[in-house]
């Protein structure tokens, strides 16, 4: 007999499969963990259904444009002042040079997403990386970085924007989203600083310092994942900030009129007298609309995905789908029995 063998199992087979079922456990473990609990918890509110579905059409809408699907706006392309859904070729109505306003709005729904995204995750992800780094470090480098943030904060934020809107004439939508939220995330930082400063004197984080772990890692590992409630919200009034500040912009001639963008129609719709006229008022009511859901959608996205970071939520709903699962595994047991 084989000294691997003993009464005829060869128990090479049980060995080599132990390591396979482990890693299968592990990879179910990340997967329940980092996809399907964060999603069960997010798709169990109804804000955040309601948020993706808005979004989505925003989403859609964007698509539209930049695959050429609907056509360009343009001057006289149809009758002067149509209302609303008068013709269905032109859903939303005219303006008074005869511009098919249901175009003004879907091309101007690209650049307004990149420049919200831009401007949001610019100011986010500048006031993590110094709200954490200073509220961790201490010290010299929480004087320095918190002492760069007052002086940031001293300077008032429209008339700087208006300055580099002027003298830089951005034409990108990224690069006017940056400009716009260039000191947004002063105070943000200021912020998520006075959280660190409480979260690193937790047990866990004295633990992994105990244990060696270096500083990125406890950052990443240990303090970050506890900001992102606050993070997550103050996201999306970043981005709301820059849809508001551009289309302000743009109302008022500040920014360039190159580009298609909702505070240009805004613009041309008072110009118009659409303020004072009933027959002009989808003119204005349209991109106010436009401005307003998209605001919605992602307070509501805000709202529900604030769930998913909360512990206490994301444990009940880990414990009800692994109580389920068990429930399943029992019943299968007894249907075997």
Same mark, same amino acid.
């Given at each position: 007999?084989?000294?691997?063998? @003993?009464?005829?199992?060869?128990?090479?087979?049980?060995?080599?499969?132990?390591?396979?079922?482990?890693?299968?456990?592990?990879?179910?473990?990340?997967?329940?963990?980092?996809?399907?609990?964060?999603?069960?918890?997010?798709?169990?509110?109804?804000?955040?259904?309601?948020?993706?579905?808005?979004?989505?059409?925003?989403?859609?809408?964007?698509?539209?444009? /930049?695959?050429?699907?609907?056509?360009?706006?343009? +001057?006289?392309?149809?009758?002067?002042?149509?209302?609303?859904?008068?013709?269905?070729?032109?859903?939303?109505? @005219?303006?008074?040079?005869? +511009?098919?306003?249901? $175009?003004?709005?879907?091309?101007?729904?690209?650049?307004? *997403?990149?420049?919200? %995204?831009?401007?949001?995750?610019?100011? %986010?992800? !500048? $006031?993590?990386?110094?709200? @954490?780094?200073?509220?961790?470090?201490?010290? #010299?480098?929480?004087?320095?970085?918190?002492?760069?943030?007052?002086?940031?904060?001293?300077?008032?934020?429209?008339?700087?924007?208006?300055?580099?809107?002027?003298?830089?004439?951005?034409?990108?939508?990224?690069?006017?989203?940056?400009?716009?939220?260039?000191?947004?995330?002063?105070? *943000?930082?200021?912020?998520? #600083?006075?959280?660190?400063?409480?979260?690193?004197?937790?047990?866990?984080?004295?633990?992994?310092?105990?244990?060696?772990?270096? +500083?990125?890692?406890?950052?990443?590992?240990?303090?970050?994942?506890?900001?992102?409630?606050? /993070?997550?919200?103050?996201?999306?009034?970043?981005?709301?900030?820059?849809? &508001?500040?551009?289309?302000? *912009?743009?109302?008022?001639?500040?920014?360039?009129?190159? =580009?298609?963008?909702?505070?240009? =129609?805004?613009?041309?719709?008072?110009?118009?007298?659409?303020? &004072?006229?009933?027959? $002009?008022?989808?003119?204005? *009511? $349209?991109?106010?609309?436009?401005?307003?859901?998209?605001?919605?959608?992602?307070?509501?996205?805000?709202?529900?995905?604030?769930?998913? &970071?909360?512990?206490? !939520?994301?444990?009940?709903?880990?414990?009800?789908?692994?109580? %389920?699962?068990?429930?399943?595994?029992?019943?299968?047991? +007894?249907?075997?029995?």
């Amino acid at each position: 007999m084989k000294p691997t063998e @003993t009464n005829g199992v060869d128990w090479r087979s049980e060995s080599t499969s132990a390591p396979d079922v482990t890693t299968r456990e592990r990879l179910r473990e990340v997967y329940d963990e980092r996809i399907h609990t964060p999603l069960l918890v997010a798709w169990a509110d109804w804000r955040t259904r309601l948020g993706f579905l808005i979004l989505g059409g925003y989403l859609l809408i964007a698509l539209v444009a /930049v695959l050429g699907l609907w056509r360009e706006p343009s +001057t006289s392309q149809a009758p002067r002042y149509l209302m609303l859904f008068e013709n269905m070729n032109y859903p939303l109505g @005219t303006t008074a040079s005869g +511009t098919d306003l249901a $175009a003004l709005i879907i091309h101007s729904t690209p650049d307004i *997403l990149l420049m919200i %995204t831009a401007g949001a995750v610019w100011a %986010t992800a !500048v $006031a993590v990386v110094i709200g @954490t780094v200073a509220g961790y470090k201490g010290g #010299r480098v929480d004087r320095a970085l918190m002492s760069f943030s007052d002086l940031v904060m001293a300077i008032p934020g429209l008339p700087l924007v208006i300055i580099l809107a002027v003298t830089l004439n951005p034409q990108n939508p990224i690069l006017l989203g940056i400009v716009i939220n260039i000191s947004y995330w002063a105070g *943000l930082g200021r912020s998520l #600083r006075s959280q660190v400063l409480t979260i690193r004197e937790n047990d866990y984080v004295e633990a992994s310092r105990t244990m060696g772990v270096n +500083t990125p890692q406890i950052i990443m590992k240990d303090i970050i994942p506890n900001l992102m409630p606050y /993070v997550t919200v103050n996201f999306v009034f970043a981005a709301r900030y820059v849809m &508001f500040a551009s289309v302000g *912009l743009y109302f008022l001639g500040v920014l360039p009129y190159s =580009t298609q963008n909702w505070g240009v =129609t805004l613009n041309l719709a008072y110009s118009g007298g659409a303020l &004072f006229s009933w027959s $002009a008022a989808h003119w204005l *009511l $349209a991109p106010m609309v436009a401005i307003m859901g998209l605001s919605l959608g992602l307070i509501l996205l805000s709202q529900g995905l604030d769930r998913v &970071f909360n512990p206490r !939520v994301r444990t009940r709903m880990s414990g009800t789908s692994s109580s %389920t699962a068990n429930d399943n595994d029992d019943d299968r047991v +007894t249907e075997v029995l």
